[in-house]
């Protein structure tokens, strides 16, 4: 099956109010037309900017939309600090990245709350883009499998079939984000093959739709030969996607690819 490509650039702890709405500015007016979506996922502070300067640029959604890094799944309460599915809709957002490895390495976020926030993101009309991967030590140790048998099937269990083909899903060895190294192309694609065969089970017609994205160390030089992959579906990208003129070749690439 011919799936669209997608591009999502997660800005993640980088880029201040200007700085951000001068990015969407300049890469909005450098952006050719293409079948593949650019998503910008800003830091919080910087969501009105990005939401104002996207609606500025003229592009519609299906060319450049952005999104959120992360979300809460209660929709109001006594939670302070946190924001709801409900928040990031009302401000524009289309798309909130869960699950991401720093949320559960860092922040300490268990498979079972990252399955709560799909369930609500989807619920509020956002697609989530909900971030699985292996560690290297898991991926020496053989357990490439079972990690993301687990993380998809607690992840996704709050979700009722139907709903399956309006999550996204990316797979990140945890190895790889950051770190410069990257996955074979081959690599990637087995492991996003076996994510397919997982999603399968819940919902076969869904699993042939769903986009599944690669990140971890993703560039414009590695970006084309991995995206050619039957069952890679586009990219989210970390450090290369906080430049202009990268995020731009990235986009090339993909279009590249998408044909």
Known sequence: MNRTKLLAANWKLNKLTGEAAEFVREYAAKLPAS??????????????????????????????????????????????????????????????????????????ESDDLIGLKVAAALKAGLTPIFCIGETLEERNAGKLEYVLARQVKVGLA?????????????YEPVWAIGTGVVATPEQAQAAHKYVREL?????????????IL??????????????????????????????????????????????
């Open 35 to 108: 079948p593949v979506p650019t998503v910008l996922l800003p830091t919080n502070t910087a969501l009105q900017a990005v939401a104002s300067a996207c609606k500025e640029s003229g592009k519609t959604p299906s060319e450049l939309a952005f999104g959120a890094q992360n979300c809460y799944f209660q929709s109001s309460g006594a939670f302070t600090g946190e924001v709801s599915p409900e928040m990031l809709v009302d401000l524009g957002c289309r798309y909130v990245v869960l699950g991401h490895s720093e949320r559960r390495a860092i922040f300490g």
């Open 158 to 170: 709050n979700i009722e079939e139907a709903q399956l083909d309006k999550v996204v899903v990316a």
């Open 199 to 211: 999603l399968a089970k819940k919902n076969s017609e869904a699993a042939m739709k769903m986009q």
């Open 214 to 259: 690669y990140g971890g160390s993703v560039k414009p030089d590695n970006c084309y030969e991995l995206m050619t992959q039957p069952d890679i579906d586009g990219a989210l990208v970390g450090g290369a996607s906080l430049k202009v003129d990268s995020l731009l070749e990235l986009h090339k690439e993909c279009t590249r690819a998408s044909r």
